[in-house]
């Protein structure tokens, strides 16, 4: 099977989308696709694995670090917000390093200092295994994040923000989101529906920037779920979790 490597920017995702969402009728696509245009300016890219069919069996998304919707600050790196693949069949064939050496050489070629990943064993990010096999190393952990860097030059290493402390900034219980994900655009209005059933005062926060996104309450950044100045979730969650959650609080009726 040969494979190759497609980059996607705003010449030309009409014609071969987000990547990560193949169904344009997905409630989460259109916002994705919005999102990516608004990003483009800040450096964002996919990096889509096709097969000789052209089938999309993976995707790497990437951007400047100065504009990354992570809780991670940092200047003159690229950072990778995801690494995707859509079967587990195909694991082991080297076909993520491929997507992960490509975004190497991208920062080479644009005079990076290095590429940046937040990593993690738990849900919706990236094992940080795959990284290590590329030459990425571990600065950083902080609860289930593992902040890591491959670098290419000397310069100042990227940091975690401090995003503990913006907890404290919620009152009652809120939901923090973002567009950046459209895996979670489903669970957004579900969460809605489930707390308006319980008459439980569910207050919902939009992220709209790299920069409110590296000042959310939680390290992956893009959905959140608070109560009072406690994290309760930092994934995506079904409204069977939420509703156990509203159980588990007191809240449910």
């Avoid at 190497?104 to 940080?128: M, P, R, T, Y």
């Amino acid at each position: 099977m040969e494979y190759k490597i497609v980059t996607v920017d705003e010449s030309n995702i009409d014609q071969y989308g987000i990547g990560c969402i193949k169904n344009k009728k997905h409630e989460g696509y259109l916002p994705k696709l919005e999102w990516a245009i608004s990003q483009f300016p800040n450096g964002l890219k996919f990096k889509q694995l096709r097969d000789s069919q052209n089938k999309i069996l993976g995707f790497l998304e990437y951007i400047n670090i100065e504009h990354c919707w992570r809780g991670v600050e940092g200047k003159g790196f690229l950072f990778i917000h995801c690494l995707w693949f859509f079967d587990t069949k195909i694991f082991g064939k080297g076909l993520g390093s491929m997507l992960v050496k490509d975004c190497i050489e991208d920062a080479k070629k644009q005079n990076k200092l290095g590429v940046v990943i937040v990593a993690s064993d738990g849900s919706w990010l990236a094992d940080k295994r795959i990284f290590e096999k590329n030459g990425f190393e571990l600065i950083d952990s902080k609860g289930r994040y593992d902040l890591m860097v491959h670098k290419l030059k000397k310069g100042k290493l990227p940091k975690f923000t401090d995003w503990e402390s913006e907890q404290k900034n919620y009152d009652g219980l809120n939901l923090v989101y973002s567009d950046q994900c459209p895996m979670i655009a489903k669970s957004v209005p579900e969460l809605q529906t489930v707390a308006k059933f319980n008459e439980v005062d569910l207050k919902v926060k939009k992220i709209e920037n790299p920069e409110d996104a590296k000042s959310s309450p939680s390290g992956y950044c893009v959905y959140a779920l608070l109560q009072n100045g406690e994290l309760l979730e930092d994934y995506y969650l079904s409204k069977t979790r939420f509703k156990n959650i509203l159980k588990e609080r007191g809240l449910k009726n």
